[in-house]
Structures are given as structure tokens and as C-alpha cells.
């Protein structure tokens, strides 16, 4: 059972205080009105890790709450992939003495979208102006291949990649010890997806090699955390939403105007107006190239 859907986390009067989910270990849900992304926290021996730079406005409030949580500083922060919630804070976690990781692939989203992302949120976001800066901070380390690994005598983090499923550089942090997984942006609790720069048909592949760590916990980047049901409920809407896409145009119907109506089982991950996410599947399944690799415009 999902313990809180995202519409829950919206109708909450004060944010959530940080949950430990295991010794060491926290997760913070961000303030979804603001934008912002979830956040986790990981303690080595000697630093901490955290999990997505986020927007700047949420750095700040992170950078002034993590020592709360452990007097240790952070060295590394983990850019799950490019999207602004969760990288356009990276200038002020290396000005703090952090360097910023991220998968390999996200230097080229960046040279791809960047800084025109960058403008359109400083015309809409307070706290990107007040950076005073022309573009995000690229990542300061990128790895290649399947796995970056952060190791001490207290544990083992591995910085995953995994396949192109929501970005083209979506990255996920391993603790296999505890076997807790943060997933970014690749499994959110609740209507929270993005599908722009996906690669739909590829999407529930690469959420069946994250089911097949086996995780005990499950903390997305939006959305309450939880267990393997969230990795399975997201992989479900996907395959159904991509279905009943590909079966309204072979019926050579227009999918956006054909009352598609999803199973009660995706009913978390279902947004109030489906039409975008129709449109954006269509597209994919028309021009036989994923989502992303198609010209578009961020929305």
C-alpha cells in the first residue's frame, strides 16, 4: 500500500520534518508548491552525500537544515538528471565545498536545453533571478557506465545508471546494505510525471531492472516514500498509458480525443487533465523515436 499519494502531500498545512528511514539515512519530501524536488541525505564516515542539488530557494532552507541532521559536511551532491528542480541549486552546493555528480549524458541534455530552461524559470522563479547567474552550473564530475561507487568502512552507495527511461540521464542511488533506492525522477508517488524528455517504450524496461534490486525502501523525487510498490505502480501507468495510446491509433483514432481512460490501478499516478501525457505518447509512437529525441518545447 502507498503510504501517502502527492495530492495528500499538497493538502498538508506544514512540511514534513525529515524521515530517517534507516540509521544514517533521511528523506525530505520538498514543498511541492514551491516546485520543489524530494531530498535524501545519506551520512558516511566522514561527509554526507544528498541526493539532488534542487531549486536554489530549497538549497538554502537545505543547506541551513542538513547540519541539524548531522554536523558532517556534504561533499557530494547527486544530480539525479537535468531537470531544474533538481540541478539549478548546484551553484550554491559548491560554493558550500560539494561537488556535483551526475551521469554522463547529462552534459549533453544540458548543452541540449540549457540556459534556455534556465531563462524561462528566471521569468517565472524568484529565486533563480536572485542567483544572478546566466546558467545552471554544469555537473563538476560525470560518470561513464553502468556505476559510480562511494565507499567507506560504513557504507556502500552505488550511483546507478540504469537505461533511458524519464530523461536520457537519469541516474539512481543504491545503498545496497540497507537496500534503499532513490530514484528521482524515474518513479514519483503520485501525478507527478513529466514525459517530455522520456523514452516511453524504454521507461518500464529500465523500472524492471530497478524492481529487480529488490528494495526494501523506495524514496522518489516527488511524492511520499515507501516500498517496491511505487517502482511497480509507476511501471504499470506507463505500460497502460502507452497501450491504450497505441490501440487508439490503430483504430485510427486521435488518441487526445478519444476518452482514454486508464485502469483504476493507476488511478496515484493519473493526473486531473491526461491530455498532454496522451499527446506526448502519441507523438513517440508516430515517429518511432523516443519522446526526447523528438524537437519540443519544455511545458
Known amino acids: 500500500m502507498l503510504l501517502l499519494g502527492w495530492c495528500g502531500m499538497v493538502c498538508a498545512q506544514q512540511p514534513a520534518p525529515p524521515l530517517q528511514v534507516a540509521p544514517g539515512v533521511w528523506f525530505l519530501v520538498g514543498d511541492s508548491s514551491k516546485g520543489y ?3 535524501t541525505v545519506i551520512e558516511m564516515q566522514q561527509y554526507l552525500i544528498v541526493v539532488d542539488a534542487n531549486y536554489p530557494g530549497r538549497a538554502r532552507e537545505l543547506l541551513q537544515l542538513i547540519p541539524q541532521l548531522s554536523p558532517k559536511p556534504v561533499r557530494y551532491v547527486l ?45 517565472r522563479r524568484e ?16 560518470f561513464h557506465g553502468r556505476r559510480m561507487v562511494l565507499q567507506d568502512a560504513t557504507r556502500r552507495v552505488e550511483f546507478r545508471y540504469l537505461g533511458w527511461g524519464h530523461t536520457p540521464a537519469d541516474a539512481y542511488v543504491w545503498l545496497p546494505q540497507q537496500r534503499i533506492l532513490c530514484t528521482g525522477d524515474a518513479a514519483v508517488n503520485g501525478p507527478r510525471n513529466k514525459l517530455w524528455d522520456s523514452n516511453l517504450r524504454n521507461w518500464p524496461r529500465v523500472l524492471q531492472r530497478a524492481i529487480a534490486l529488490h528494495p526494501r525502501v523506495v524514496l522518489p523525487g516527488h511524492g511520499a516514500s515507501g516500498g517496491v510498490e511505487i517502482l511497480c505502480g509507476q511501471r504499470q501507468f506507463l505500460l497502460d498509458l502507452y497501450a491504450a495510446v497505441q490501440q487508439a491509433l490503430r483504430r485510427g483514432e486521435e488518441p487526445v480525443a478519444a476518452n482514454i481512460v486508464l485502469p483504476e490501478r493507476d488511478r496515484n499516478w ?20 523516443p519522446a526526447g529525441a523528438l524537437p519540443h518545447t519544455w511545458r
Do not use: C, F, K
Request: proline share 4%; glycine share 10%.
Open 37 to 39: 524536488s524530494n531530498t
Open 79 to 123: 544530480d539525479t538528471h537535468a531537470h531544474g528542480d533538481h540541478t539549478y541549486g548546484n551553484s550554491l552546493w559548491t560554493r558550500a565545498g560539494a561537488t556535483t555528480v551526475a551521469y554522463a549524458a547529462m552534459l549533453s541534455e544540458m548543452q541540449r536545453y540549457e540556459p534556455g530552461r534556465w531563462q524561462a524559470a528566471e521569468a
Open 127 to 142: 529565486d533563480v533571478r536572485t542567483l544572478g547567474e546566466d546558467d545552471v552550473q554544469r555537473p563538476g564530475l560525470v
Open 270 to 289: 493519473v493526473p486531473t487533465d491526461l491530455t498532454q501525457d496522451i499527446g506526448i505518447v502519441a507523438a513517440e509512437i508516430r515517429a518511432g523515436r
